[in-house]
């Protein structure tokens, strides 16, 4: 079969990949040129530069596999692939030890000023007075995400004699305790932090994570890192943190625009900076292409790609089957995530005899839960693996009585109670049938508010006044019955995002238990 190559790899790739294949290697084409040659290959390794457009994937009509050497595949159009039957891989666990090793250098070079008396002194200074440092041993390291790379840089940093407190509400509190790190909330590492690291995927939920709000509940003289991804942080509000002193120094090595043209933290002193190169080590640059070049050779034989990104290829009878389902199982998994928070049990509960093979189907119920922490790390393949890791006990139970109508119901279950999600499909969409055992009847959307609340008066009118107030236009509402608890479940359907500071006024209306934004 042939290959082709559009972004430089790693000769100890390549060498793999021409043991059993003709290989092409053709950097630098231009989308129209890709899309002209695209036809001859049975498959194409990138790396972030090559722009997989669905005009390039609709030209491929030999194309069996995309190999992206890297994590983020932003720059492939994953559901065009998807349409075609090609199967999109990444490699997330290639720049793991590179990027955790770029986070340690960072915080010591932030610390002890190194990039300033460097430039001091190759400008014929002296100035030790200038660049007085701190000692890293017995501060407290706050993790802000405990993913492959917050793992391991906590691992490294305990070596150090750091205290470690982290935030993640998707790691389950035994997984941490046996990592040696304490677990709490967003607020209290920010608080308790003498220095700050953060290792979340940049998602919605996690866009400018740490805005002006956060960096005022700060310690005075803390310390920031961010060698995950430009957007956690917010650039604007970190400037003004430092310009401020609020934040003694920051080290970046991400940024939402790259290059930062222009950015006013390239102009603090405070602040040093090095541009992505959290991945760029000689091993991580072989580890991605022998992994990507394993992983292309496997799809071309046909077998199972254990970091694909998209379905991998099943019988088409079962295919007919299920897939209308596995879109609602990942739905499902993504929103009862977003209701529970921290757990550490999952059971995915299918009713009607049509249920027969629902490999498929767990398969992406376990995407949906895990995708909201882990971003596009976690694929059909690997999420058993990953909630394995992270010590989640998974159960599936059936019940295929013939007068059933099929749906499946997903609950998770942590320190502080189990939250559930019931739906399943009526002609060509998703109907949510239940929350937490209410029976409720509401087609998601990409903002529901999600509450619960005592079965009393003087409620429902309150929560949607402070939505009116804020101009959030609500286009359906479902609230259920009583529940076992007395407590109701009353779903918002509402048109744009809703802020933590409005959902915490809801959440303080006399009679509500809890409230969730729900992001799909």
Known sequence: MKILVSDPLAEDGLQILRSEHEV??????????????????????????????EEIIEAADRLKIIGRAGVGVDNIDIAAA?????????????????????????????????????????ANEWNRKQFMGSEIREKVLGVVGLGR????????????????????????????????????DL????????????????????????DDAKFGIMKPGVRIVNCA??????????????????????????????????????ALDQVIVTPHLGASTAEAQVAVAVDVAKQILTALRGESVKSAINLPSIRPDVMSVVSPYISIAETLGGICTQLAGSFDAIEIGYAGEIFDDVRMITLAALKGVLAPSMGPTVNYVNAPEIAKGR?????????????????????????SGTRSVTGTLIGDHIRILEVDGCHVDITPSKYLIVSRHRNQP???????????????????????????DDASIMILDVDSEVSDTLLGDIRAVDGVLDAELIRL
Do not use: W
């Not at 430092?242 to 940024?255: M, P, Q, T």
């Open 229 to 266: 991804r430009g957007g956690i942080i917010n650039e604007d509000a970190l400037a003004r943190a430092v310009s401020d002193g609020k934040v003694a120094g920051a080290a970046l090595d991400v940024f939402v625009n790259e290059p930062p043209t222009g950015s006013p933290l390239l």
């Open 82 to 122: 998807t349409r075609k039957g090609i199967i999109v891989a990444n490699t997330p666990e290639g720049n793991t030890i590179s990027a955790a090793e770029h986070t340690i250098a960072m915080m010591f070079a932030m610390t002890r000023n190194i990039p300033q008396a460097n430039a001091s002194m190759k």
């Open 391 to 415: 010590k989640i006990k998974v159960k599936e139970s059936k019940s295929a009585e013939a007068e059933e109508t099929p749906a499946i119901t997903i609950s998770l279950t942590g320190s």
């Open 458 to 484: 003087n409620i429902i009118g309150p929560c949607c006044m402070i939505l009116g107030r804020e101009q959030i236009n609500i286009s359906g509402m479902q609230v259920s019955e009583a529940g076992a």
């Open 149 to 184: 790379v917050g793992i391991e840089v906590a691992k490294r940093v305990q070596g150090m004699e750091m205290k470690i407190i982290a935030y993640d509400p998707f790691i389950p509190a035994q997984r941490a305790k046996e990592l040696g790190i304490e677990l709490t």
């Open 24 to 53: 092409d290697v053709l950097t630098g084409l231009a989308p129209q040129e890709l899309a002209d040659i695209i036809a001859e290959y049975d498959a194409l390794a990138i790396r972030s530069g090559t722009k997989v457009t």
């Open 187 to 210: 607020d209290t590492v920010l608080k308790k932090a003498d220095y700050i690291t953060v290792h979340t995927p940049l998602t919605s939920e996690t866009k400018d994570l740490i």
